[in-house]
């Protein structure tokens, strides 16, 4: 049974970080690659960064550039989004998902396979 199952979300300040996680089980995690995507109230779900396979390669949205951070630890089957100076337009649900198909790594939601629960993030100012 796969499973995507998500930690690390919270309250925090302006400014303030937080290390969300995410724990894979039921498939081969290394051969997949992982992204997170996040949703805020009455908003769309929108892409926040992805890694390649072997985590060599990663990608950002605008949006969070030069704040978030993508790894993975593929002997542990688990991917991780550190996230620091966060700002209040943060707030969301945070998910991380996992994609078979693509080649090196992908900003589409269309293309993953698998999805986790999420976690709330929110960011008071």
């Known amino acids: 049974q796969v499973q995507l199952v998500e930690s690390g979300g919270g309250l925090v300040q302006a400014g303030g970080s937080l290390r969300l996680s995410c724990a894979a089980s039921?498939?081969?995690?290394?051969?997949?690659?992982m992204g997170w995507f996040r949703q805020a109230p009455g908003k769309e779900r929108e892409f926040v960064a992805t890694?390649?396979?072997?985590?060599?390669?990663?990608y950002y949205a605008d949006s969070i550039k030069g704040r978030f951070a993508i790894s993975r630890d593929n002997a542990k089957n688990t991917v991780f989004l550190q996230m620091v100076n966060l700002k209040p337009e943060d707030t969301a649900v945070y998910y991380c998902?996992?994609?078979?198909?693509?080649?090196?790594?992908?900003?589409?939601?269309?293309?993953?396979?698998?999805w986790g629960q999420g976690t709330q993030v929110t960011v008071s100012s």
């Open positions: 998902a996992a994609d078979r198909r693509s080649y090196y790594y992908s900003s589409s939601a269309t293309t993953y396979d698998y």
């Open positions: 039921g498939f081969t995690f290394n051969t997949y690659v």
């Open positions: 890694i390649s396979r072997s985590p060599s390669s990663t």
